[in-house]
């Protein structure tokens, strides 16, 4: 029996997963749409936004605006990843898996493992949300405010509803659209890597400081600023905003241990998780080259080692269980899993 056949390889996409630890609620995703080249999901935290969004409208009696403003919600996080979808294939990476929350969306686009690439894939759907705030702004000053002090002899007549609902429908759409759009371009500013902002500024820091120190820097960064903003939100009893400061201070601080255990090499050793998905087009045929006989055996022996490693950490798994695993026997084990299943999408297509 080998490896990717154990048990251990197995349960936690399971829908039993989500009963036997409550905890597994928050990695819950919905699909809303698949495709060879696209997947995107709806986060457990993006149904709690939208809850919140209904309740909100209800208090407010605006019950007619919630259709509204769940459309929005859907296609702003949509249109803020579309432009990562975008920037990401201009630097020769992809993203093609969008799980979707109220800042955008969880998973970073893949890209070539160079600051430039990672900074223009990452930086892709704060540009998208600014150049929707920007024609939102252009709008209000083109207009120069009579639309929304007036809105009249802008509005369409003869639909069987006053011009005073659709006036406020519009306005509606728009102070909307704005807040959302600059809410989501403020907090993927923010250095963790729970948003863009960690990416970005490592990916700024990385050519004078290098990969290793950037990412301890822009770590340390994050922590210094969630403490303030979560003392903010303890004297204003903000409960959702002390939440959100100490779980960005907590990944940080994690993130921060991690590099610092593993050390200053291992970080540019780590090659970029790409998979099939991350490049549909195909690539040129590289040349033959002559020693390819060496190179073949040198791949095999790899492998081999690369097997052994992998029996020897589910080996110690059943002896002493999954929590006796290193960090990095616990990346390893992940990257295998990984491997093996893009190895068999990639068959059964």
């Given at each position: 029996?080998?490896?990717?056949?154990?048990?251990?390889?197995?349960?936690?996409?399971?829908?039993?997963?989500?009963?036997?630890n409550p905890?597994?609620?928050?990695?819950?995703?919905?699909?809303?749409?698949?495709?060879?080249?696209?997947?995107?999901r709806?986060?457990?935290?993006?149904?709690?936004?939208?809850?919140?969004?209904?309740?909100?409208?209800?208090?407010a009696?605006?019950?007619?605006?919630?259709?509204?403003?769940?459309?929005?919600?859907?296609?702003?996080?949509?249109?803020?990843?579309?432009?990562?979808?975008?920037?990401?294939?201009?630097?020769?990476?992809?993203?093609?898996?969008?799980?979707?929350w109220?800042?955008?969306?969880?998973?970073?686009?893949?890209s070539?493992?160079?600051?430039?690439?990672?900074?223009?894939?990452?930086?892709?759907g704060?540009?998208?949300?600014?150049?929707?705030?920007?024609?939102?702004?252009?709008?209000?000053?083109?207009?120069?405010?009579?639309?929304?002090?007036?809105?009249?002899?802008?509005?369409?007549?003869?639909?069987?509803?006053s011009?005073a609902?659709?006036?406020?429908?519009?306005?509606?759409?728009?102070?909307f659209?704005?807040?959302?759009?600059?809410?989501?371009?403020?907090?993927?500013l923010?250095?963790?890597?729970?948003?863009?902002?960690?990416?970005?500024?490592?990916?700024?820091?990385?050519?004078?400081?290098?990969?290793?120190?950037?990412?301890?820097?822009?770590?340390?960064?994050?922590?210094?600023?969630?403490?303030?903003?979560?003392?903010?939100?303890?004297?204003?009893?903000?409960?959702?905003?002390?939440?959100?400061?100490?779980?960005?201070?907590?990944?940080?601080?994690?993130?921060?241990q991690?590099?610092k255990?593993?050390?200053?090499?291992?970080?540019?050793?780590?090659?970029?998780?790409?998979?099939?998905m991350?490049?549909p087009?195909?690539?040129?045929?590289?040349?033959?080259k002559?020693h390819?006989?060496n190179?073949?055996?040198?791949r095999?022996?790899?492998?081999?080692a690369?097997?052994?490693?992998?029996?020897?950490?589910?080996?110690?798994?059943?002896?002493?269980?999954?929590?006796?695993?290193?960090?990095?026997?616990?990346?390893?084990l992940?990257?295998a899993?990984?491997?093996?299943?893009?190895?068999?999408?990639?068959?059964?297509?």
């Open positions: 029996m080998g490896w990717q056949d154990r048990n251990y390889n197995a349960g936690r996409d399971e829908m039993k997963a989500y009963f036997a905890l597994g609620l928050l990695q819950f995703a919905l699909p809303i749409w698949q495709s060879p080249g696209l997947q995107i709806l986060s457990f935290w993006f149904l709690l936004a939208a809850l919140f969004a209904v309740i909100a409208d209800l208090r009696g605006l019950a007619q605006y919630i259709p509204v403003d769940l459309s929005l919600l859907l296609g702003v996080c949509l249109w803020h990843e579309w432009g990562h979808r975008i920037f990401a294939r201009m630097v020769g990476g992809n993203h093609w898996e969008w799980v979707l109220p800042a955008g969306g969880m998973i970073a686009p893949s070539p493992r160079t600051a430039k690439a990672v900074f223009v894939a990452n930086i892709g704060i540009v998208f949300n600014a150049a929707l705030l920007g024609v939102i702004v252009a709008l209000v000053l083109a207009f120069g405010g009579r639309f929304i002090t007036e809105g009249n002899s802008y509005l369409p007549m003869g639909l069987g509803v011009i609902r659709w006036h406020a429908m519009i306005l509606h759409i728009m102070e659209v704005a807040l959302q759009s600059a809410g989501m371009i403020l907090i993927n923010f250095p963790c890597y729970w948003f863009d902002g960690g990416h970005i500024w490592q990916a700024v820091l990385w050519p004078f400081l290098g990969q290793w120190k950037s990412g301890m820097i822009t770590c340390l960064t994050g922590m210094i600023l969630a403490t303030p903003l979560f003392a903010f939100s303890l004297i204003s009893l903000n409960p959702f905003g002390m939440l959100l400061w100490a779980l960005v201070f907590a990944d940080c601080f994690r993130r921060r991690v590099l255990s593993a050390g200053p090499g291992v970080v540019d050793d780590d090659d970029v998780s790409y998979n099939y991350d490049t087009e195909p690539r040129p045929r590289k040349k033959r002559k390819w006989f190179q073949a055996r040198k095999a022996l790899a492998d081999q690369e097997q052994a490693k992998i029996d020897a950490i589910l080996d110690k798994v059943k002896e002493k269980g999954l929590h006796s695993l290193t960090w990095w026997e616990k990346r390893t992940k990257k899993t990984a491997r093996q299943r893009q190895q068999d999408l990639a068959g059964r297509l």
